[in-house]
T-cell receptor, first 116, second 113 residues
Framework: DAGVIQSPRHEVTEMGQEVTLRCKPISGHDYLFWYRQTMMRGLELLIYFNNNVPIDDSGMPEDRFSAKMPNASFSTLKIQPSEPRDSAVYFC??????????????FGPGTRLTVT | GDSVTQMEGPVTLSEEAFLTINCTYTATGYPSLFWYVQYPGEGLQLLLKATKADDKGSNKGFEATYRKETTSFHLEKGSVQVSDSAVYFCALRTNTGFQKLVFGTGTRLLVSP
């Protein structure tokens, strides 16, 4: 299995531009998570999906951020318009259905976003 | 709410030294506990886990014991290697019906030859 795939790995954009980050979860996983990592705030959960349905988006910082999961093998995180404070590493993770058991989240390599 | 507190880093050690990274948690009920590791330029990887009190998780020479009485899950390794240099995250999985992890702020470990 190729693991969680994210693209692009690096993105540099100017303030005000739209940014789209992409994620392909591991096949068969029911959960998909988007995280943001910064030095100041550490690792923050932005949103997560179960079977393509958003379950908890309370971590999405503001309306400029949106996430979709049109099918089980693809998700996007969009920032429009982008601002310099959005600069961070964005991780996607997926997980199998845990039920009552313990499960593991598998992380992608991340997308490093720089907004100038 | 649920939270995880880790010791601040960086932790700087010489090769073959003993490692302890402290982690304590606050949670309702009985969460599952995890240690994740992040190597430079990579995403997080699960290192070990424990699901109930007194469970010991272990992997690659690392160990951590779920201590309910002290709400702790300290990470230990008897002899670190340069290749262990990474950022280590303690995390808990809430038992509130939502399948999400709450992470600590991470502790950077630097091991010198």
């Amino acid at each position: 299995d190729a693991g969680v795939i994210q693209s692009p790995r690096h993105e540099v954009t100017e303030m005000g531009q739209e940014v789209t980050l992409r994620c392909k979860p591991i096949s068969g996983h029911d959960y998909l998570f988007w995280y943001r990592q910064t030095m100041m705030r550490g690792l923050e959960l932005l949103i997560y999906f179960n079977n393509n349905v958003p379950i908890d988006d309370s971590g999405m910082p503001e309306d400029r951020f949106s996430a979709k999961m049109p099918n089980a093998s693809f998700s996007t995180l969009k920032i429009q318009p982008s601002e310099p404070r959005d600069s961070a590493v964005y991780f996607c993770a997926s997980s199998p259905l845990g039920g009552a058991g313990v499960y593991e989240q598998y992380f992608g390599p991340g997308t490093r976003l720089t907004v100038t | 709410g649920d939270s995880v507190t880790q010791m601040e880093g960086p932790v700087t050690l010489s090769e073959e030294a003993f490692l302890t990274i402290n982690c304590t948690y606050t949670a309702t009920g009985y969460p599952s506990l995890f240690w994740y590791v992040q190597y430079p330029g990579e995403g997080l990887q699960l290192l070990l886990k424990a699901t109930k009190a007194d469970d010991k998780g272990s992997n690659k020479g690392f160990e951590a014991t779920y201590r309910k009485e002290t709400t702790s899950f300290h990470l230990e390794k008897g002899s670190v290697q340069v290749s262990d240099s990474a950022v280590y995250f303690c995390a808990l999985r809430t038992n509130t019906g939502f399948q999400k992890l709450v992470f600590g702020t991470g502790t950077r470990l630097l091991v010198s030859p």
